[in-house]
């Protein structure tokens, strides 16, 4: 099961607030996390999910023979001091196949509570664009073997991950409380590091303006489901009923949060239930009271058990 990674800070400079999905907000009265941390991997390295098979018309920095949907950069934001619900519907700010198709939060509605599925959108970028993005993570070094970026002295603030196609693999490195400040407690190289990966995540970002695509449909979804509680003076929407029963969740040993890790083919009928639903929506599974949450899955991110 992912990590229940707990209001975020500001996103670096590239991204609008307008893109990162909608929290739920209002409800702060349910089941706060507290302050919970993630582990950093400083320049860790991620093989590649899909492996590289076809040319997708790139001749370019790292992009030959690469799968046209292959996953080759990637922004995320997590952890942090944040409602669980929010947590558990987090998906990448960002991202970035081989064939220059991105992805990323659509126009969000600002009626609350908000619809159950989020709002995806994806674009098309010049392979151009991409291959000089690649070519700036690789000659940036920041996905070398022990970039230091440093940990502030800002508690609750979250981490920004970013994914990124280099020397035939994806690598990912992270930061903690990006874009909030430096401070007096990080030295000069770590100060450096963080410039040059909000330059990076600015570069990436400067894409078509937000609601300039398509609507996107996931290959598969995560899907999590908690105990459904009541919020006074909220009309939740309209109740809702799962239709593929219990059993497509793993529950875990402590029956709290429930995951499912669904082909879109397998998910269909939760989707098209969903479409009528709130993100408050009361759930029935198999006669019990849920809440149900829906967030995309993309192939360089573990499932359920991550």
Do not use: R
């Given at each position: 099961m992912r990590n229940h990674r707990v209001l975020r800070s500001s996103p670096p400079s590239g991204f609008p607030a307008t893109i990162l999905p909608v929290a739920i907000v209002g409800v702060l009265?349910?089941?706060a996390v507290g302050c919970g941390?993630?582990?950093v991997e400083v320049g860790s390295t991620t093989t590649s999910a899909n492996p590289p098979t076809t040319t997708a018309g790139t001749d370019g920095v790292g992009l030959d023979g690469v799968a046209a949907d292959q996953v080759v950069f990637a922004v995320e934001r997590g952890g942090g001091f944040q409602m669980l619900e929010a947590s558990l519907r987090e998906y990448p700010q960002l991202v970035i196949f081989a064939d220059g198709r991105m992805v990323r939060p659509g126009v969000q509605p600002l009626a609350f509570p908000g619809p159950?599925?989020?709002?995806?959108?994806?674009?098309?970028?010049p392979v151009g664009d991409v291959e000089a993005l690649l070519a700036q993570a690789a000659d940036s070094g920041l996905f070398a073997d022990g970039v230091d970026f440093g940990?502030?002295?800002v508690a609750d603030a979250g981490s920004t991950s970013v994914t990124a196609w280099v020397d035939g693999e994806l690598r990912t490195?992270?930061?903690?409380?990006?874009g909030i400040g430096p401070g007096s407690d990080l030295k000069a190289p770590a100060i450096e590091a963080r410039a040059d990966l909000t330059a990076l995540i600015d570069s990436a970002g400067n894409g078509p303006a937000i609601g300039a695509g398509d609507a996107y449909a996931p290959e598969r979804w995560l899907v999590y489901s908690t105990e459904f509680v009541a919020q006074d003076g909220l009309a939740a929407g309209p109740v809702a009923t799962w239709p593929l029963g219990g059993d497509v969740f793993d529950k875990g040993a402590d029956n709290f949060i429930w995951c499912a890790d669904l082909t879109v083919e397998e998910a269909h009928p939760a989707i098209e239930a969903a479409a009528r639903a709130t993100e408050l929506s009361e759930w029935i599974v198999d006669g019990e009271s849920r809440t149900v949450l829906f967030t995309p899955r993309f192939a360089h991110q573990p499932g359920c058990a991550g």
């Open positions: 009265l349910l089941l941390s993630v582990s159950a599925l989020p709002s995806i959108e994806v674009v098309q970028l940990m502030p002295n490195v992270s930061a903690e409380a990006l």
